[in-house]
């Protein structure tokens, strides 16, 4: 069987995969980060998918930026949100130049081959300045899977989560396992982090 580049398909796909995940509730894995978050903060959801954690995260009163590598989910997004959604790869973006005080990977780690995944987030943080928070989840598993779709999936275990956000300077506040909202039996993996690295002491010396 044929296994689907994962670009590919959410670009060929991005109506159908829009309307399955645009109404799913994010309030039982999202509430942990927002309530770190102050009204008015600047969030940026990489990798944004149908835009609905970004519409969820404006209703909060935040201050949301999407960023989507597929052009087709971008515009979705962008207009089932109202927010700004950059069209680009988180991994490669430079994010230098913009300020976050929260990040979210809801989901969106879960094609990046576990070998990418540090120098990944590691990029995304250059967005976030020292106290800022990160919320990340990951499917459980070992090695990797496909779906019904022939996407590839990276499966993490929690102990090897918790090496990798260590080495990045990212302290845990909260950790939940929890079944996929999609009413399958996957098992998810969610963290909700405070960035502990201070940039400007980094770049002073």
């Given at each position: 069987m044929t296994h689907l580049d994962t670009d590919s398909y959410y670009s060929s796909n991005a109506q159908s995969y829009f309307s399955k995940?645009?109404?799913?509730?994010?309030?039982?894995?999202?509430?942990?980060?927002?309530?770190?978050?102050?009204?008015?903060?600047?969030?940026?959801?990489?990798g944004c998918g149908s835009g609905r954690d970004l519409l969820w995260l404006k209703t909060k009163g935040f201050q949301p930026t999407g960023v989507e590598k597929s052009r087709e989910l971008a515009r979705l997004a962008r207009d089932y949100s109202g927010c700004h959604v950059i069209e680009g790869d988180y991994r490669t973006f430079d994010f230098s130049g913009i300020y976050a005080k929260g990040i979210l990977f809801s989901a969106s780690l879960?094609?990046?081959?576990?070998?990418q995944v540090e120098a990944a987030i590691q990029n995304t943080l250059r967005a976030l300045k020292n106290g800022g928070f990160v919320y990340i989840s990951l499917k459980k598993g070992q090695g990797i899977k496909y779906d019904l779709d022939q996407r590839i999936f990276y499966l993490w275990e929690d102990g090897d989560a918790r090496m990798l956000f260590d080495a990045l300077g990212l302290k845990t506040l909260y950790f939940q396992e929890s079944v996929s909202v999609r009413n399958t039996e996957e098992i998810w993996l969610s963290y909700s982090m405070s960035y502990e690295i201070n940039h400007d002491a980094e770049t002073e010396e």
């Open positions: 995940t645009k109404s799913l509730d994010s309030s039982g894995f999202l509430l942990p980060f927002a309530g770190k978050l102050k009204v008015d903060d600047p969030v940026l959801d990489l879960v094609h990046v081959p576990h070998i």
